[in-house]
């Protein structure tokens, strides 16, 4: 089915560990995002792509790592969980910059607890 | 730096006209667009302004000041499916990213 999904929707690790957030959308769309989503503090940024093998950081990336080797997917990696890195991803995707045709879709979002 | 400001909560009536607003304050600018989120679900995209004026989509609209750094949504008829929370975000000229608010909880009352 065409959209952007992500899984898995619910995921509990422990600190230290590795844990893959994934991200797979089928419109071809060159940009991605990853945001995270706490109470108090909205929708923050983690890194985004503007195409394949082009990431940048957004306003929260320590102790994120992303990679972009095919348009559809966009992986996020936490390299050693931290409590602090409790709460809700989403990701999402956009044909163009900025806010123009159509906006941002969001997938529907993983919620993470680290224990 | 870049930033925007809209309440943390509103109620309003069943039936009735809500205004939610959203001003900022950025380095350059590119448009405001809205978003809804339902407890539970995913953003999604409402309106977007890229100029002056009021935009209306159905029971929705949105208005912007480019002059006065400000906008609002506006939603009438107000039914309890918009109970949610709307965020408004902007993008700044020559940035391939847009910036959230914090976001406005809209409680309505039967």
């Known amino acids: 089915d065409a959209g952007i999904t992500q899984s898995p929707r619910y995921k509990i690790t422990e600190t230290g560990r590795q844990v893959t957030l994934m991200c797979h959308q089928t419109w071809s769309h060159s940009y991605m995002f990853w945001y995270r989503q706490d109470l108090g503090h909205g929708l923050r940024l983690i890194y985004y792509s503007a195409a394949a093998d082009i990431t940048d950081k957004g306003e929260v990336p320590d102790g994120y790592v992303v990679s972009r080797s095919k348009t559809e997917n966009f992986p996020l990696t936490l390299e050693s969980a931290t409590r602090s890195q409790t709460s809700v991803y989403f990701c999402?995707?956009?044909?163009?910059?900025?806010?123009?045709?159509?906006?941002?879709?969001f997938g529907s979002g993983t919620r993470l607890t680290v224990v | 730096g870049q930033s925007l400001e809209q309440p943390s909560e509103v109620t309003a009536v069943e039936g009735a006209i809500v205004q939610i607003n959203c001003t900022y304050q950025t380095s350059g600018f590119y448009g405001l667009s809205w978003y809804q989120q339902h407890d539970g679900g995913a953003p999604t995209f409402l309106s977007y302004?890229?100029?002056?004026g009021l935009e209306e989509t159905g029971r929705f609209s949105s208005f912007l000041s480019r002059s006065d750094s400000y906008g609002y949504l506006l939603l009438q008829e107000l039914q309890m499916k918009d109970s949610a929370s709307y965020f408004c975000a902007v993008g700044p000229p020559g940035d391939d990213k847009i910036i959230f608010g914090k976001g406005t909880r809209l409680h309505i009352l039967p």
């Open positions: 999402a995707s956009s044909e163009s910059t900025g806010q123009g045709s159509g906006g941002y879709t």
């Open positions: 302004n890229a100029l002056d």
